[in-house]
């Protein structure tokens, strides 16, 4: 096949376009340079496309052309509000670029290019983390005005060392993390013994990594997966195996709750010692929901005068949640669209974990403003099945 050849040919071009889709995903360098990092992610993923002949689904098309034509509507019903023109353009080239890229990718194939590029990023990272914990990188901090990084890594401190890697806090990081995990699982068909014989590395890299994020969030849904891993282990074994394999499940609950309960993040947040940072999280909930009440329909516009005044009136200076954040934009209609479109399309390629990754989804987009990022848009539409490639 072509497409095959032009893969073989120009495997560089393929990961460096997934590398460029993880940093338009919520990477520093991403979000400082949010318009030249967009624009490359479309171009390289329109390039691909067109240089593989491939022939656009009409359902991707026709999600295209909808998202667009809703996009742009509440930009001109709110231009009186004076909307912010470069945040619509910037998420209608995201969207664009989204789904060239989907489209020129077989799902596993994305996963395992994915999965080598998160773990080549946390070995960095880690290494990049244990130096900085020393103070021996102090010389290296590049300060963009928003995240003082080295070599495009965060070293942000907010009262504790916490590992981001990349990204642009330690909560946003973990999806990245349990995604590789879970796609990892995926590929091997939840073959612990296979995975541990023949990607020992990557797993510890990945688990060390998120551990040392101290991420909540990124903790407790690594626990669910562990239960999820557990579960589908115990329903495949049988007799003296099924035993084992419950032990060893036992075992790891207990040392990941263990693991969790130690982090001094988590303490402090059951212990109260956070509670303006709960007290934050609470209010930008509770008032978010009565600003989306009051703009049900159409939303107040993307960083509007109207968005602004809202955020002022309720006191919300940075609004934690990715999702309510869209329904307050463009309304509570194009809110529930965007999540039914993305479940529907979860839940029909993602198999047995479909459920696992929909959870892992949500309720990281409900703490984290993933819903304007390609590492959500692309989940508006279906990989491509015809060509299978191995990286």
């Not at 656009?56 to 034509?69: F, N, R």
Request: charged share 15%.
């Amino acid at each position: 096949m072509r497409i095959k050849k032009i893969i073989d040919l120009d495997n560089i071009y393929i990961w460096l376009l997934v590398f460029v889709f993880i940093l338009a995903s919520g990477s520093c360098i991403g979000v400082v340079y949010a318009r030249y990092v967009d624009l490359i992610f479309l171009g390289l993923s329109t390039i691909l496309f067109c240089y593989s002949h491939k022939k656009m689904k009409a359902k991707s098309l026709k999600i295209i052309l909808i998202s667009a034509l809703l996009i742009w509507f509440n930009f001109f019903i709110h231009y009186t509000a004076a909307p912010n023109l470069n945040t619509y353009i910037s998420y209608t080239i995201r969207l664009i670029g989204a789904m060239f890229f989907v489209e020129c990718f077989n799902l596993e194939h994305f996963e395992k290019i994915f999965i080598k590029l998160i773990t080549v990023v946390s070995l960095i990272g880690l290494i990049i983390f244990v130096l900085d914990q020393q103070n021996l990188l102090s010389s290296f901090y590049s300060n963009t005005g928003i995240y003082p990084t080295v070599f495009g890594f965060n070293v942000l401190k907010r009262g504790e060392m916490r590992n981001s890697a990349i990204f642009w806090e330690p909560g946003a990081y973990q999806i990245f993390l349990n995604l590789s995990i879970l796609f990892l699982l995926d590929i091997w068909n939840f073959d612990l013994k296979s995975i541990w014989k023949n990607k020992k590395i990557t797993i510890i890299i990945l688990i060390v990594s998120l551990l040392t994020s101290r991420s909540t969030t990124g903790y407790l849904l690594f626990a669910f997966i562990l239960v999820y891993v557990y579960r589908r282990i115990t329903q495949r074994e049988k007799g003296k195996s099924k035993l084992i394999t419950f032990i060893f499940g036992a075992v790891i609950l207990l040392l990941a709750g263990a693991a969790i309960l130690q982090s001094s993040t988590v303490i402090d947040k059951l212990s109260g010692r956070l509670t303006e940072s709960l007290s934050v999280r609470t209010n930008d909930f509770i008032y978010s929901l009565k600003i989306i009440k009051s703009n049900l329909f159409i939303g107040t516009g993307l960083e509007s005068e109207l968005m602004f005044s809202e955020f002022n009136r309720y006191r919300i200076y940075n609004n934690s949640s990715g999702l309510l954040n869209v329904m307050i934009g463009f309304g509570i209609i194009v809110g529930v669209i965007y999540v039914i479109q993305m479940a529907k399309n979860i839940i029909k390629q993602m198999g047995k974990m479909k459920w696992v990754v929909l959870i892992l989804i949500i309720v990281t987009g409900f703490t984290e403003t993933f819903f304007y990022y390609p590492i959500y848009m692309i989940f508006l539409f279906e990989f491509s099945k015809k060509y299978k490639i191995n990286p």
